[in-house]
């Protein structure tokens, strides 16, 4: 189908396509003016001359009746090679006519004949010539004919007029054509330089717009966002961060970060980040600002990744943290107060029963002679006296700071069979890795893991069975006290370790909280996990000797 | 205490009225004090300090406190308050619906409790704070419910 298509396609596409460039209808009727008037002026001066009653005029008038039409033709119509061939066969004929009747072939008519050809080659270039060409020599060969019968071929008339004809029509369309291709070339070069124009300014009004929208976001972060890039010059930022600061804006774009006093630390952060290629997170340092005022800040900064080199740096988020702070210190303080009232009331009444025991029963020593009973007071004076010692090694602990706590070389393992030993009523098992060796202070451990496992015996009923399972690590040794006894509730689960907080009716809520207390002073962790009804877990990380 | 006699001394004749009545009825023994604290060296102390004059019944919580004061009769209870949250304080208010005039003798570690205490129950007899003035107490005992 295609194939059978292709030969018509291509006729039409030569015959009335558009011609690689429109000639203008104006340029055309003009040309032809010149035409008609070439021919009126050689008529007029030829052998015979130009009078009115002649043929010659008659045709003179035509051609310029035919040029009136040509003014009619649609302008778009002029393109198809057809349209155009019919314009120029009637110039040739004319001429040719024109020739005949003023039997003008002594003259130098024939050079009309390259006027044409000429003219055709600039509309349709070789297409266009080179069939006028063929017309006009047949033509002219005619009228030579005509003139002389006897004109051999041989003539030099025809053998170097004709020739010359196609050789006019050859060149003047390469002619044509190659203006023709310049000029397009020069048309496409504008149009191509047009678009490139738009193009970029379309490209430069979206990298304006989308400069401003991220200006926009950057600038209504809430937090203070400052961009620098390697070498520590501040490339953006925004109005919370310049107000952190203490400026505006502009005073600290484009200025070396390093430079600025005060800053050194963030830019020791900066730095930091942007060497290791990895972002710094949730860190907490001072800076002094451009009002020589120390303020807190929260920082966190990323170093910019991006596959071009171009863009190395990082990008700081910062948070102004005076407030937080204050009201930080402020909670701190009121925690502090209530936290020193209960300590007061826990005092008072943990050390007011024995002072009750110890001073009623001495007042009651004063008027006992029963042997017995004095011996039985004097042993209650003593526990009394025992037990408000207790609480001073208790408060005590609670109060001591980290530096104080001494550390000595200790076994876990045989700490905690020194502390099961004088358990008897409830059944431990302590099982696990050889040699857990830890650094600490023997008697806080001690009462650490004797609270722990107090704890757990308290929390046991049916079958009590208490199993210690230590496990090493690289960097902890990791005991677990298991109980399978009544477990702790979600709620209490939160407050297991505030002190003098007890579901005991007779603890004094401080147990826990000492336990917490000796874990942190040895820079351990402490984990709880429980079941109610099922038992609880208490696992106690140490740090491994090292 | 200076500032609470005269509330005190009224709420002492009032029940002691009653009590010699009961106390009659059970003739002439000892007369019986409940003593509840969970601390046992306390309890000791007080039965030490009292069984020479009365009977002394011992409980170590609030309900065993009230299971007893609703099954037994008692010429007066010594009653250990707690914790600043006021545990105890139930037992009390159980013991009045029960037996409504009973005297009832706080004791306690928190001074700062007193006033409190007095206000809320105002049904009490007394109020003593720890350590304990035996000879103190005893005459306050004696002034509520005689020997």
Same mark, same amino acid.
């Given at each position: 189908?295609?194939?059978?298509?292709?030969?018509?396609?291509?006729?039409?596409?030569?015959?009335?396509?558009?011609?690689?460039?429109?000639?203008?209808?104006?340029?055309?009727?003009?040309?032809?003016?010149?035409?008609?008037?070439?021919?009126?002026?050689?008529?007029?001066?030829?052998?015979?001359?130009?009078?009115?009653?002649?043929?010659? !005029?008659?045709?003179?008038?035509?051609?310029?009746?035919?040029?009136?039409?040509?003014?009619?033709?649609?302008?778009?119509?002029?393109?198809?090679?057809?349209?155009?061939?019919?314009?120029?066969?009637?110039?040739?004929?004319?001429?040719?006519?024109?020739?005949?009747?003023?039997?003008?072939?002594?003259?130098?008519? !024939?050079?009309?004949?390259?006027?044409?050809?000429?003219?055709?080659?600039?509309?349709?270039?070789?297409?266009?010539?080179?069939?006028?060409?063929?017309?006009?020599?047949?033509?002219?060969?005619?009228?030579?004919?005509?003139?002389?019968?006897?004109?051999?071929?041989?003539?030099?008339?025809?053998?170097?007029?004709?020739?010359?004809?196609?050789?006019?029509?050859?060149?003047?369309?390469?002619?044509?054509?190659?203006?023709?291709?310049?000029?397009?070339?020069?048309?496409?070069?504008?149009?191509?330089?047009?678009?490139?124009?738009?193009?970029?300014?379309?490209?430069?009004?979206?990298?304006?717009?989308?400069?401003?929208?991220?200006?926009?976001?950057?600038?209504?972060?809430?937090?203070?966002?400052?961009?620098?890039?390697?070498?520590?010059?501040?490339?953006?930022?925004?109005?919370?961060?310049?107000?952190?600061?203490?400026?505006?804006?502009?005073?600290?774009?484009?200025?070396?970060?390093?430079?600025?006093?005060?800053?050194?630390?963030?830019?020791?952060?900066?730095?930091?980040?942007?060497?290791?290629?990895?972002?710094?997170?949730?860190?907490?340092?001072?800076?002094?600002?451009?009002?020589?005022?120390?303020?807190?800040?929260?920082?966190?900064?990323?170093?910019?990744? *991006? *596959?071009?080199?171009?863009?190395?740096?990082?990008?700081?988020?910062?948070?102004?943290?005076?407030?937080?702070?204050?009201?930080?210190?402020?909670?701190?303080?009121?925690?502090?107060?209530?936290?020193?009232?209960?300590?007061?009331?826990?005092?008072?009444?943990?050390?007011?029963?024995?002072?009750?025991?110890?001073?009623?029963?001495?007042?009651?020593?004063?008027?006992?002679?029963?042997?017995?009973?004095?011996?039985?007071?004097?042993?209650?004076?003593?526990?009394?006296?025992?037990?408000?010692?207790?609480?001073?090694?208790?408060?005590?602990?609670?109060?001591?700071?980290?530096?104080?706590?001494?550390?000595?070389?200790?076994?876990?393992?045989?700490?905690?069979?020194?502390?099961?030993?004088?358990?008897?009523?409830?059944?431990? *098992?302590?099982?696990?890795?050889?040699?857990?060796?830890?650094?600490?202070?023997?008697?806080?451990?001690?009462?650490?893991?004797?609270?722990?496992?107090?704890?757990?015996?308290?929390?046991?009923?049916?079958?009590?069975?208490?199993?210690?399972?230590?496990?090493?690590?690289?960097?902890?040794?990791?005991?677990?006290?298991?109980?399978?006894?009544?477990?702790?509730?979600?709620?209490?689960?939160?407050?297991?370790?505030?002190?003098?907080?007890?579901?005991?009716?007779?603890?004094?809520?401080?147990?826990?909280?000492?336990?917490?207390?000796?874990?942190?002073?040895?820079?351990?962790?402490?984990?709880?996990?429980?079941?109610?009804?099922?038992?609880?877990?208490?696992?106690?990380?140490?740090?491994?000797?090292? | 205490?200076?500032?609470?006699?005269?509330?005190?001394?009224?709420?002492?004749?009032?029940?002691?009225?009653?009590?010699?009545?009961?106390?009659?009825?059970?003739?002439?023994?000892?007369?019986?004090?409940?003593?509840?604290?969970?601390?046992?060296?306390?309890?000791?102390?007080?039965?030490?300090?009292?069984?020479?004059?009365?009977?002394?019944?011992?409980?170590?919580?609030?309900?065993?406190?009230?299971?007893?004061?609703?099954?037994?009769?008692?010429?007066?209870?010594?009653?250990?308050?707690?914790?600043?949250?006021?545990?105890?304080?139930?037992?009390?208010?159980?013991?009045?619906?029960?037996?409504?005039?009973?005297?009832?003798?706080?004791?306690?570690? !928190?001074?700062?409790?007193?006033?409190?205490?007095?206000?809320?129950?105002?049904?009490?007899?007394?109020?003593?704070?720890?350590?304990?003035?035996?000879?103190?107490?005893?005459?306050?005992?004696?002034?509520?419910?005689?020997?």
């Amino acid at each position: 189908m295609r194939d059978k298509l292709y030969p018509r396609v291509r006729f039409s596409a030569i015959f009335f396509c558009h011609g690689l460039e429109r000639m203008k209808k104006r340029t055309l009727l003009l040309l032809r003016f010149v035409l008609i008037l070439a021919t009126i002026l050689v008529m007029t001066y030829s052998q015979r001359g130009l009078n009115i009653a002649s043929p010659g !005029y008659v045709v003179a008038l035509l051609y310029l009746l035919s040029n009136m039409m040509v003014y009619f033709i649609p302008e778009t119509r002029l393109s198809y090679l057809y349209v155009t061939f019919g314009i120029f066969l009637i110039d040739v004929v004319a001429i040719s006519l024109a020739i005949y009747f003023t039997q003008g072939m002594q003259t130098d008519f !024939y050079l009309i004949y390259f006027l044409i050809i000429f003219i055709a080659s600039v509309g349709q270039d070789i297409r266009g010539s080179i069939p006028i060409a063929i017309v006009a020599s047949v033509l002219y060969g005619w009228l030579l004919y005509r003139a002389n019968p006897d004109t051999s071929i041989m003539d030099p008339a025809i053998l170097i007029r004709v020739p010359f004809l196609f050789i006019v029509a050859l060149i003047s369309s390469y002619w044509s054509a190659s203006m023709r291709r310049e000029l397009k070339s020069k048309k496409e070069l504008e149009e191509f330089a047009h678009k490139l124009e738009q193009e970029v300014e379309r490209i430069t009004t979206k990298e304006t717009e989308l400069r401003r929208y991220s200006e926009t976001v950057i600038n209504s972060v809430a937090s203070g966002v400052i961009a620098v890039n390697g070498d520590g010059t501040i490339t953006t930022i925004n109005p919370e961060a310049a107000r952190v600061l203490g400026g505006k804006q502009e005073d600290f774009t484009d200025t070396k970060i390093k430079m600025i006093k005060g800053l050194d630390n963030l830019w020791q952060k900066m730095k930091e980040a942007i060497e290791s290629d990895k972002p710094l997170e949730r860190l907490q340092i001072s800076i002094t600002n451009a009002h020589s005022k120390t303020i807190p800040i929260g920082l966190s900064v990323s170093p910019l990744t *991006s *596959s071009d080199t171009k863009f190395t740096g990082c990008v700081a988020i910062l948070r102004d943290l005076s407030e937080v702070k204050g009201l930080e210190e402020k909670l701190k303080h009121a925690e502090r107060l209530s936290y020193l009232g209960k300590m007061a009331s826990w005092i008072a009444h943990e050390i007011r029963n024995p002072l009750t025991v110890i001073d009623g029963f001495a007042q009651l020593l004063t008027n006992t002679k029963d042997k017995d009973k004095v011996s039985t007071f004097n042993a209650e004076i003593h526990k009394g006296i025992k037990r408000i010692n207790h609480i001073i090694e208790d408060i005590l602990t609670f109060a001591r700071t980290k530096t104080q706590v001494k550390h000595d070389e200790l076994n876990l393992h045989d700490l905690l069979q020194q502390i099961t030993e004088n358990i008897n009523n409830v059944k431990i *098992s302590i099982k696990g890795d050889e040699n857990p060796i830890i650094n600490g202070e023997e008697e806080s451990l001690k009462s650490l893991f004797l609270n722990i496992i107090n704890n757990s015996i308290d929390a046991m009923e049916n079958d009590p069975k208490l199993v210690i399972n230590i496990r090493k690590t690289k960097e902890w040794i990791i005991t677990d006290i298991v109980d399978n006894g009544k477990g702790i509730s979600k709620d209490n689960l939160k407050n297991l370790f505030t002190p003098f907080f007890t579901t005991k009716s007779r603890g004094t809520g401080l147990g826990l909280a000492i336990v917490k207390k000796i874990v942190d002073d040895h820079n351990g962790k402490l984990e709880v996990e429980s079941e109610e009804g099922e038992g609880t877990t208490c696992r106690v990380h140490l740090p491994k000797k090292k | 205490m200076p500032r609470a006699p005269t509330q005190e001394e009224m709420k002492a004749q009032e029940t002691f009225a009653d009590t010699k009545i009961i106390a009659k009825r059970g003739g002439g023994m000892k007369k019986r004090i409940l003593v509840c604290d969970d601390e046992e060296p306390i309890r000791l102390l007080l039965n030490e300090s009292l069984q020479d004059s009365y009977e002394v019944v011992e409980a170590s919580n609030g309900r065993e406190a009230l299971r007893l004061a609703t099954k037994e009769q008692f010429d007066l209870i010594i009653m250990d308050i707690k914790m600043p949250d006021g545990h105890g304080l139930e037992a009390i208010e159980r013991i009045r619906e029960r037996n409504g005039t009973v005297p009832i003798i706080i004791c306690s570690a !928190y001074r700062a409790m007193e006033d409190d205490i007095v206000v809320k129950t105002s049904n009490v007899a007394a109020f003593i704070t720890k350590p304990i003035d035996i000879k103190a107490l005893k005459t306050k005992i004696f002034n509520l419910i005689g020997a």
